[in-house]
């Protein structure tokens, strides 16, 4: 198992049987999920489905009460978020997790904990998103909702992560500017990037994503290609309105 072949066989990300919740409230019945390298996977479905909760599983915020968590092949049960994305695991969580008082310049640079260069941070982080060169001193709150989207996205590839998770990046955002923002993860995955995207709606990552999975009430309800994976989606939603 030395060959470079070998290596990229080693799944990034590997869920097996993962159940896991909130004190006594069981949220995911048994997920498996694998993001190859390479690939990026989307995982879509409903409000409440346990799609955010699948993420903060694979980036060590909540530890499985059973099942593995494997990343590149080791097993990370009960490993620190910390410690993960020190190993290349990085989230770009619902929310966008930025600091809105402090300004864009400074919101890469507390990107820098892991040991990364400010300079060369700030520079990949203009050079993919020259609207952030232009507002470095912008304090971060004031950006507009997709610029807020840029800078969390350089703050997670700041750490040059093996895995990227990106946990409803459209949400609240005008369909041109959901485009844009795809555009950029789809260069990501050229790059050959791993990624796994979460959305509610397939519109969005359907461009970009090689496999999708719909997860319902906990459990991966059906994979496939996205396309196909989107019209069974569609035809959910429609189904229950
Ligand atoms: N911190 C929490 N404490 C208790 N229950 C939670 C918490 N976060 C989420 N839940 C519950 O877990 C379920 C799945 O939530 P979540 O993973 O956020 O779904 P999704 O991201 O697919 O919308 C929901 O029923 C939600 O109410
Ligand atoms: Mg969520």
Redesign the pocket.
């Known amino acids: 198992m030395t060959g470079a072949a070998d290596v990229a066989a080693v799944p990034v990300l590997e869920l097996v049987g993962i159940r896991a ?3 006594t ?1 069981d ?1 995911l019945h048994g997920v498996d999920l694998t993001v190859h390298s390479g690939q990026v996977v989307a995982l879509l ?10 993420l903060a599983v694979a980036s060590g915020q909540i530890r499985p009460t059973s099942g593995s968590v494997k990343i590149l092949g080791r097993e990370v049960n009960g490993v620190s978020p910390d410690k993960l994305a020190r190993a290349g695991v990085c989230t770009v969580p ?1 929310g966008r997790g930025i600091f809105p008082n402090l300004t864009v310049s400074e919101n890469l640079r507390m990107a820098t904990y892991s040991g990364a260069k400010f300079k060369d941070v700030q520079e990949r982080a203009f050079a993919q998103f020259p609207r952030l060169k232009e507002r470095h001193n912008q304090l971060a709150g004031t950006l507009s909702g997709g610029e807020q989207q840029m800078l969390s996205m350089s703050r997670a590839l700041a750490t040059n992560p093996a895995l990227l998770m990106l946990d409803e990046l459209s949400m609240g955002l005008a369909p041109l500017i959901v485009e844009e923002l795809y555009s950029h993860v789809a260069e990501f995955a050229r790059q050959g990037l791993s990624i796994l995207i ?1 959305e509610q709606f397939a519109q969005a990552v359907l461009g970009v994503a090689d496999s999708a999975h719909i ?1 319902l009430h ?1 459990r991966i309800d059906r994979s496939g290609p996205p396309k196909e994976i989107a019209e069974i989606l569609a035809a959910a939603y429609l189904g229950m309105s």
């Open positions: 919740g909130y004190g409230i949220v479905g409903p409000n409440g489905a346990g799609k955010s909760t699948t619902e979460i997860m906990g």
